[in-house]
């Protein structure tokens, strides 16, 4: 393996939606710097985050019919049967949802946590409270989807939180999405809800970490297993 494959395998590559975003603070560390130096070394701390924030990596997904993958990095921070919003038109009964909360540190592309075809795009606009909080998923500006998956419909909610202030979503209806793909992205601090039907067992416990489009939140096939358990170690 040469040099330069071992550095591009080394380095995370940058998604392109933080091209503007770290143009903008380079610009600005360098006028600042003349201005006052410390101010540019602030400036480029600064331009360096926002490289890290907008990071990209690669992952390597399960593929096996009946799973469900995480579509977020982050911390599962509710488990719940809810009534899923009413822009996705799932139903008046209620489904499984599973929340990630994703602070400022975490990896923010958000990937498919199924292959299926998109049914339903549905922006709503709204509030900026903190996405941890539950009511977030009904107040908060949020993007949600429905993914046909074989016969079952799966709610994805992208949800704006106290410093994100921008949903970006790369799909339309009727598209195509393999698992792990990759579908939209939260600019600054959010949170992503999956809605799936009440029988499916999670496979995952409140405060785990999740990888997105690695970690396996549920399993189709297993849904008639008793609850899992979950300890701190």
Not at 14 to 35: C, T
Not at 63 to 79: F, H, K, M, T, Y
Not at 162 to 174: G, P, T
Not at 188 to 212: K, W
Request: proline share 7%.
């Amino acid at each position: 393996m040469s040099i330069y494959d071992s550095i591009r395998q080394t380095i995370t590559p940058i998604h392109k939606e933080g091209f503007p975003f770290i143009a903008v603070a380079a610009i600005a560390s360098l006028v600042l710097g003349q201005l006052w130096s410390p101010l540019g070394w602030i400036g480029l701390v600064i331009t360096l985050w926002i490289c890290y924030f907008f990071r990209d990596p690669e992952r390597h997904t399960p593929v096996r019919e009946g799973l469900v993958v995480a579509p977020a990095d982050g911390r599962i921070s509710a488990i719940a049967e809810v009534l899923p919003p009413p822009e996705l038109e799932l139903g008046e009964t209620p489904l499984l949802r599973i929340s990630i909360f994703m602070n400022v540190f975490d990896c923010h592309v958000n990937r498919s946590p199924v292959d299926g075809t998109v049914e339903r795009v549905v922006y709503t606009p709204g509030v900026f409270i903190n996405a941890d909080l539950d009511k977030a998923s009904e107040d908060n500006e949020r993007n949600g989807l429905v993914i046909v998956s074989g016969e079952t419909r799966i709610g994805v909610v992208q949800i704006a939180g106290l410093v994100a202030r921008r949903i970006v979503s790369f799909v339309r209806e009727n598209d195509t999405l393999q698992v792990g793909e990759r579908f939209g992205l939260i600019r600054f601090g959010s949170r992503v809800d999956v809605y799936l039907p009440v029988e499916v067992r999670p496979l995952v416990g409140l405060g785990q970490r999740t990888v997105a489009g690695e970690t396996v939140l549920a399993d189709f096939l297993a849904s008639g297993e008793p609850p899992h358990s979950f300890r701190a170690a």
